[in-house]
């Protein structure tokens, strides 16, 4: 069940757990997250100390974490190492969360861990922008998906799928806050008409949560052919969505 790891904590932001390539699971798998050295909220916010530095599961439930030796407030250095995170679907992206600016935190809640041919996490800065597909409770029933992007067989486009409808809030507040249901993982596909997905036509390794946005990243395809870019959510409740948009690859005269 969604939450909120403590009520004064002020920031929380998603973490997307790069696992596009753990094709056998179950497995644990460590994992490292740069923190950019551009995001000013983040660095105006937090102690000197970084003791208000959280990360936790999608269930908001605190991480095996620490920071990765060299890191420093004032130069803007942070690596946050996740110690043994449990990957359930092969080829997925798993949502952790990152807490922060908690000024009178006087609990160290880092542990020892053991760090191993770590993979990557990633926070992504950027807002939805152009291509965003349609809240799934806003769409009419269609055998074809009503969002529908135009691209050349040489572009790779960002698309923001909207999923923040889709998660329950509480009926009350918990922890000051209203959190209910998250995202606990994502499987991305791209369809032909025949049904076949093929992972030439997306980079998984590429997708990022947003506060209720997930962007995909949508790549080649053959000239004049339709594709459905699907996103199969996992919510901490355990519902499963599918949301689609149609991709049109048109290669446009003179090539």
Do not use: H
Not at 125 to 130: D, Q, T, V
């Amino acid at each position: 069940m969604g939450k909120w790891f403590n009520e004064n904590y002020s920031f929380r932001v998603p973490i997307a757990l790069d696992f596009s390539a753990v094709g056998a699971v179950p497995a644990t798998i460590d994992i490292e997250v740069d923190i950019p050295v551009a995001w000013d909220l983040f660095w105006t916010s937090i102690r000197s100390d970084m003791l208000d530095v959280v990360v936790t599961n999608s269930d908001s439930d605190l991480a095996a974490f620490n920071f990765k030796a060299g890191y420093s407030s004032v130069t803007r250095t942070l690596t946050l190492q996740i110690d043994a995170v449990t990957v359930g679907t092969a080829n997925s992206i798993q949502n952790y969360f990152l807490y922060f600016g908690y000024a009178d935190e006087a609990t160290d809640r880092k542990v020892a861990v053991t760090i191993s041919s770590p993979d990557k996490g990633f926070i992504w800065l950027g807002a939805p922008y152009g291509r965003v597909v349609a809240p799934l409770s806003s769409r009419a029933a269609s055998n074809q998906p009503q969002t529908v992007f135009t691209k050349s067989t040489l572009e790779e486009i960002d698309i923001f799928f909207n999923v923040g409808s889709l998660l329950a809030p509480r009926i009350d507040q918990y922890n000051k806050r209203m959190v209910f249901e998250d995202i606990e993982e994502i499987i991305v596909r791209s369809y032909d008409a025949a049904g076949s997905s093929s992972d030439s036509r997306y980079d998984l390794a590429e997708t990022r949560f947003i506060t209720g946005f997930v962007k995909v990243r949508s790549k080649g395809g053959s000239n004049n052919t339709d594709y459905a870019l699907s996103l199969q959510i996992t919510t901490t409740e355990k519902e499963i969505y599918d949301i689609r948009c149609l991709i049109k690859v048109k290669d446009l005269l003179p090539e």
